[in-house]
């Protein structure tokens, strides 16, 4: 069974940084694409970052040049650097495989001062 698990949230200050982590487990995510979405108070989730296996990358407009997804295929993990936060990147932060209709429990990401 697939388990995904996010962790690395936390409130920070506008312009700070957080590095947050997701953790795979029951499956070997090597050869897959991975992303990062996220889910605001009131909104839709929406798909923020995707990494494929080769390491190709994508992002929303909104985070272009401020986040940067990558992976650690040996810990089995994806990782979301995320600088320069906004208080407009306040949202509860899931990572997943596109596609998949489960999710985790998210990680949290509050931009406040």
């Known amino acids: 069974q697939v388990r995904l698990v996010e962790s690395g949230g936390g409130l920070v200050q506008p312009g700070g940084s957080l590095r947050l982590s997701c953790a795979a487990s029951?499956?070997?995510?090597?050869?897959?694409?991975m992303a990062w979405y996220r889910q605001a108070p009131g909104k839709q989730r929406e798909l923020v970052a995707s990494?494929?296996?080769?390491?190709?990358?994508n992002y929303v407009d909104s985070v272009k040049g401020r986040f940067t997804i990558s992976r650690d295929n040996a810990k089995n993990t994806v990782y979301l650097q995320m600088n320069s936060l906004k208080a407009e990147d306040t949202a509860v932060y899931y990572c997943?495989?596109?596609?998949?209709?489960?999710w985790g429990q998210g990680t949290q990401v509050t931009v406040s001062s």
């Open positions: 990494i494929t296996s080769g390491g190709s990358t």
């Open positions: 997943n495989i596109p596609g998949r209709d489960s």
């Open positions: 029951g499956t070997i995510i090597r050869f897959l694409v």
